[in-house]
């Protein structure tokens, strides 16, 4: 499958790819996870698909995911309380843009997760957790698992993706040419590792978000609580949600999507 076999994968010796199932199709790599990480599979198991026929994306999009992708979900399971369990978006994010400038695509941050290079999509990051009661008080929940998934535009045309509503673009149109994939997921994994493993001082993770972010200093829109609202992105809080300045005042926005509405910024250089 696109060179990536059980077999080359184990050879990394990945902490996040100790069990690894590599498929040809699935419906979607996070469902596998998902179903692993309920049967008990250990921290650092990676799934892998050469294509998935029902791939989800945020905000219960679908994501195309035909051949020449990487499409990918990691189960982990941080030894950290449920309350960390958001972090794990950003800081995934800052992995994976760093392994992209490493495998030479200059990839952006948009808040809070998504990969732009040229300001146009290239790869997408799904975080969901499963969290539990662990006795004592009832806030006090660890989290049991959290599915990891990426999916990366690698190989491919844009025109393959069937995306109509979002400017989209792959490592193949960024590049001028393909990638092994093995070393994408190299450096993936390593990069991943990395930042999980300081999740903790999220404050160092979310100033290396803030070196490669392209939201903070732009106009957006976001729409929120049936509402839409538009202001300048200004900084993070310490926990990663974004302040706009807005004409009523500081919001502080927690999830969903935003706009960029101006290119406003001067390009910055790489990390
Ligand atoms: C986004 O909407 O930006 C997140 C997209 C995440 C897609 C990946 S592809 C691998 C994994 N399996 C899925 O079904 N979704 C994620």
């Known amino acids: 499958m696109n060179g990536l076999s059980r077999e080359v994968i184990e050879g990394l010796h ?4 100790r069990v ?44 195309g995911s035909p051949a020449g992708g990487l499409w990918m979900s990691l189960v982990l399971r941080p030894e950290f309380g449920a309350s960390l369990a958001p972090r794990i978006t950003q800081t995934a994010a800052v992995g994976v843009a760093k392994a992209l400038w490493e495998v030479g695509v200059e990839t952006r941050i948009k808040w809070p997760n998504d990969l732009l290079a040229n300001g146009k999509k290239v790869c997408g990051i799904l975080a969901e957790s499963s969290a539990r009661h662990a006795g004592g008080p009832a806030n006090n929940r660890r989290l049991d698992y ?35 994939l ?26 290396e978000w803030r070196n490669l972010n392209c939201t903070l200093g732009e106009n957006v829109r976001v729409r929120r609580f049936g509402e839409t609202v538009e202001g300048r ?32 910024r001067d390009a910055e250089s790489a990390p």
């Open 14 to 17: 990945s902490p996040l790819a």
């Open 20 to 63: 690894v199932e590599v498929h040809e199709a699935l419906a979607s790599t996070q469902d596998r996870a998902r179903e692993l990480a309920r049967a008990g599979t250990p921290d650092g198991t990676l799934v892998v698909a050469g294509v998935q026929t029902g791939g989800r994306g945020r905000l219960g999009r679908h994501w």
């Open 233 to 264: 992105a200004v900084d993070l809080t310490s926990e990663g949600a974004l302040l706009l300045a807005a004409p009523q005042g500081t919001i502080e926005v927690f999830e969903g999507e935003i706009e960029h509405l101006a290119q406003g």
């Open 182 to 207: 093995l070393d994408l997921l190299r450096a993936l994994l390593t990069n991943l590792a990395v930042e999980m493993g300081r999740i903790r001082d999220f404050g160092a993770v979310l100033d």
């Open 146 to 180: 959290a599915i990891l998934g990426v999916g990366m535009n690698a190989n491919l045309d844009p025109a393959d993706l069937g995306v109509r509503d979002r400017e989209i673009t792959t490592i193949r149109s960024e590049l001028g040419h393909d990638l092994d």
